[in-house]
């Protein structure tokens, strides 16, 4: 069992930066992919990135990269997401996941079973 708790969130002006942390809670975070999604009104879950248990892979939606950079400190249990030069359109719930312990980097939200709340991040013009 991981228990996923997300903060970073907040008001922030386009073309600045945030970023995200996810604490992890459970022993089994450390060999667990980890990934993070975003969400806005009326639209389902879109996958935004995506990092293996050690740290050595990583995956980005293409609409994302170059801006967006997921990283993890297994000592921490934590996962962060440092998102730059934001944009209006970024404006989402963001949410982190996890896999089952063992499995590959995935792109899908099916592909994942412990979810935290989220937490909001609103870009202003």
């Known amino acids: 069992q991981v228990h996923l708790v997300e903060s970073g969130g907040g008001l922030v002006q386009a073309g600045g930066s945030v970023r995200l942390s996810c604490a992890a809670s459970?022993?089994?975070?450390?060999?667990?992919?980890m990934g993070w999604f975003r969400q806005t009104p009326g639209k389902g879950r879109e996958f935004i990135a995506a990092?293996?248990?050690?740290?050595?892979?990583?995956v980005y939606a293409e609409a994302v990269k170059g801006r967006f950079t997921i990283s993890r400190d297994n000592a921490k249990n934590t996962v962060l997401l440092q998102i730059n030069t934001l944009k209006p359109e970024d404006t989402a719930v963001y949410y982190c996941?996890?896999?089952?312990?063992?499995?590959?980097?995935?792109?899908?939200?099916?592909?994942?079973?412990?979810w935290g709340r989220g937490t909001q991040v609103t870009v202003s013009t």
């Open positions: 996941a996890a896999r089952t312990p063992g499995f590959g980097i995935a792109t899908r939200e099916e592909g994942y079973t412990f």
């Open positions: 990092i293996s248990w050690a740290g050595s892979s990583t």
């Open positions: 459970g022993r089994t975070f450390s060999t667990s992919t």
